[in-house]
């Protein structure tokens, strides 16, 4: 399987998945549209078969017209947050992408908005891997205040996230870890 996480400015990342087959690959969140076609380059990939927002908001999905543009790949959201997409194609809970025999689960994860998806997949030379946007970061959880809800959210984390394998890595949206850890610190003080 090739996997790789696109540094995207800032804070954000995109990721690349393949099945290592050496055809097409799928980017998720790709707002780094030359990185993310300098990723699929890397790797001797044929093409982008598709991209997948894991929710609607701009930091994740300002780069679907520039990928689409120069590959023609198909847009994947769920459709509770497609109106700030316009995805091609609509996936749901527990849908399988199928790259080039490689199997990505969707999970439903709505919370910090409400077609929130995380990406589940567990390749056969490796640990399994969810990448979940901005549904879960490393020392926190996405914000409910921007068109999401706080209950939705925690019944994501507990029911969908939670029951993964024990070995699952997780890949988010951002690397907030270190404002969250001082966010903590400055509360427990």
Same mark, same amino acid.
Request: charged share 20%; proline share 6%.
């Given at each position: 399987?090739?996997?790789?996480?696109?540094?995207?400015?800032?804070?954000?990342?995109?990721?690349?998945?393949?099945?290592?087959?050496? $055809?097409?690959?799928?980017?998720?969140?790709?707002?780094?549209? $030359?990185?993310?076609?300098?990723?699929?380059?890397?790797?001797?990939?044929?093409?982008?078969?598709?991209?997948?927002? =894991?929710?609607?908001?701009?930091?994740?999905?300002?780069?679907n017209?520039?990928?689409?543009?120069?590959?023609?790949?198909?847009?994947?959201?769920?459709q509770?947050?497609?109106?700030?997409?316009?995805?091609?194609?609509?996936?749901?809970?527990?849908?399988?992408i199928?790259?080039?025999?490689?199997?990505?689960?969707?999970?439903? =994860?709505?919370?910090?908005?409400?077609?929130?998806?995380?990406?589940?997949?567990?390749?056969?030379?490796?640990?399994?891997?969810?990448?979940?946007?901005?549904?879960?970061?490393?020392?926190?959880?996405?914000?409910?205040?921007?068109?999401?809800?706080?209950?939705?959210?925690?019944?994501?984390?507990?029911?969908?996230?939670?029951?993964?394998?024990?070995d699952?890595?997780?890949?988010?949206?951002?690397?907030?870890?270190?404002?969250?850890?001082?966010?903590?610190?400055?509360?427990?003080?």
């Open positions: 399987m090739i996997f790789e996480v696109i540094k995207a400015g800032g804070d954000n990342y995109c990721y690349l998945l393949a099945s290592g087959s050496g $055809k097409k690959g799928l980017l998720v969140d790709p707002v780094n549209v $030359k990185g993310s076609l300098a990723a699929g380059e890397r790797h001797d990939l044929s093409g982008v078969m598709g991209i997948v927002n =894991t929710h609607s908001h701009p930091d994740h999905t300002s780069g017209g520039g990928v689409l543009d120069k590959t023609g790949a198909t847009i994947m959201a769920h509770a947050d497609n109106a700030g997409i316009g995805a091609t194609k609509i996936v749901g809970d527990g849908d399988i199928d790259v080039d025999g490689l199997a990505v689960k969707v999970m439903h =994860t709505p919370g910090h908005t409400p077609g929130g998806i995380c990406l589940f997949v567990d390749p056969d030379d490796g640990p399994p891997k969810v990448i979940t946007g901005d549904t879960l970061f490393l020392s926190g959880c996405g914000n409910p205040r921007f068109g999401g809800n706080p209950e939705q959210l925690f019944e994501s984390l507990s029911r969908k996230l939670m029951t993964l394998p024990d699952t890595q997780m890949y988010p949206g951002h690397d907030y870890s270190i404002k969250n850890l001082e966010f903590a610190l400055d509360r427990e003080s």
